[in-house]
């Protein structure tokens, strides 16, 4: 099965910080990812997918890029609604979808 | 507006079954493949099962292949999870998600019903 690994697992970030969240894929998977952000209690919200498309009304503050292994997703100015955790997800072995760990980004 | 709502989580024995289902509103549900995912008190998430628009294509997780089942009704835009043999390792929060064919990836999720599987 194809591993998902993203770094950090959490950190801290102030509202106006540009942020880097970054996934790593232990093979290739070009750019069947995804990303999804998560509120507590809330279902998962589908930001970016094909590494770096962003979905329709996702702010354009939001950007992806990468392929084959490795791949980032920035948000530019951080915004207090960005406070969430992140999860990228590679679709390269559709269905069997695997997610990463999660990044939990909070309030610096 | 698109609308995926699901039911039947509830506190299960070890052993024991449940049936969750998924009603979907606002598209054309026949056209979309759909997804099971859950998500662990605490923990990420995890892929559960797939089935393709029309039913004839299912797949499962190792994790829960042979104790779960996959289904669902076009002329009734459902989409169902029968669980049987649960197990504490069951206990979490069930999506259901749709997915385009054209972009394999869940744009649409419910809010997620949470099975407890405790004695």
């Known amino acids: 099965a194809i591993r998902m690994t993203q770094s950090p697992s959490s950190f801290s970030a102030s509202t106006g910080d540009r942020v880097t969240i970054t996934c790593r894929a232990s093979?290739?998977?070009?750019?069947?990812l995804a990303w999804y952000q998560q509120k507590p209690g809330k279902a998962p919200k589908l930001l970016i997918y094909?590494?770096?498309t962003l979905q329709s009304g996702v702010p354009s503050r939001f950007s992806g890029s990468g392929s084959g292994t490795d791949f980032t997703l920035t948000i530019s100015c951080l915004q207090s609604e960005d406070f969430a955790t992140y999860y990228c997800?590679?679709?390269?072995?559709?269905?069997?979808?695997?997610f990463g760990q999660g990044t939990k980004l909070e309030i610096k | 507006e698109v609308q995926l709502v699901e039911s039947g989580g509830g506190l299960v024995q070890p052993g024991g079954s449940l049936r969750l289902s998924c009603a979907a509103s606002?598209?054309?549900?026949?056209?979309?493949?759909m997804n099971w995912v859950r998500q662990a008190p605490g923990k990420g998430l995890e892929w559960v099962s797939y089935?393709?628009?029309?039913?004839?294509?299912?797949y499962y997780a190792d994790s829960v292949k042979g104790r779960f089942t996959i289904s669902r009704d076009n002329a009734k835009n459902s989409l169902y999870l029968q669980m049987n043999s649960l197990r504490a390792e069951d206990t979490a929060v069930y999506y259901c998600?749709?997915?385009?064919?054209?972009?394999?990836?869940?744009?649409?999720w419910g809010q997620g019903t949470l099975v407890t599987v405790s004695s």
């Open positions: 089935i393709s628009s029309s039913g004839s294509t299912i």
């Open positions: 093979q290739g998977i070009s750019s069947y």
């Open positions: 998600a749709r997915v385009p064919v054209t972009t394999k990836t869940a744009d649409y």
């Open positions: 094909a590494a770096s």
């Open positions: 997800q590679q679709y390269y072995s559709y269905p069997q979808y695997t």
């Open positions: 606002g598209f054309t549900f026949s056209s979309y493949e």
